[in-house]
Every structure is written in structure tokens, then in C-alpha cells.
């Protein structure tokens, strides 16, 4: 979402956020389906590795078509970090206890 927002400016962002969107739906329909199919005939199992090829193709895709933008130099915010980081493990143990 951040890489169409930065990519994209007026009818050209509307138009990415809606096919994002629309990508999003269709995908989130067809992959319960195909991997209640996967599950049904093969394994669970199988469908963890249906990610690897997709990524390594998304991996190549990307490496082709995002380009390399000017980088700003920002301190890293330690603080943030550490407070993010103990907040999500509040949580974790919140819900498993």
C-alpha cells in the first residue's frame, strides 16, 4: 500500500487503490477455497509451500520494476522500538494466558 501511495498521484492512486482492493477480495475468496482443495486431496502441509514459488516470483518482479528511489537518512528510534516490542509481547501472552 505504502509503494502505490508513493508510485501514484490523483485518478492514477484511485484507480491502484481499487485494484488493490479488488486483488485483495478475489484473493482472500480463492484462497480459502483452493487451499480447502489442497488440504482435501493432498495435505495442509502442501499449502505452505505454495508461498515459495510466489515469492521468488514476486521477489524477480519486484527487483525489475520497483526503482531505486532517493533515500532519506532518519536515526533509528530506539524508544519506539522497544516499546513496540514489549507491547506485542503483552499481547501475546495477554491472549495465550
Partial sequence: MVLL?????GRL???AIAYYGAVAGLGSSFGLVIGGIIAS??????GFLLNVPIGIVLSIM???A???VDRQCTPLDIFGNITSLFWALSV???VRY
Avoid at 5 to 9: A, E, F, H, I, N
Avoid at 41 to 46: A, D, H, I, T, V
Fill in 62 to 64: 519486484s527487483l525489475i
Fill in 13 to 15: 492512486r484511485t484507480r
Fill in 41 to 46: 486431496y493432498f495435505s495442509w502441509r502442501w
Fill in 92 to 94: 501475546s501472552f495477554t
Fill in 5 to 9: 501511495m508513493d508510485s501514484y498521484k
Fill in 66 to 68: 520497483i526503482k531505486d
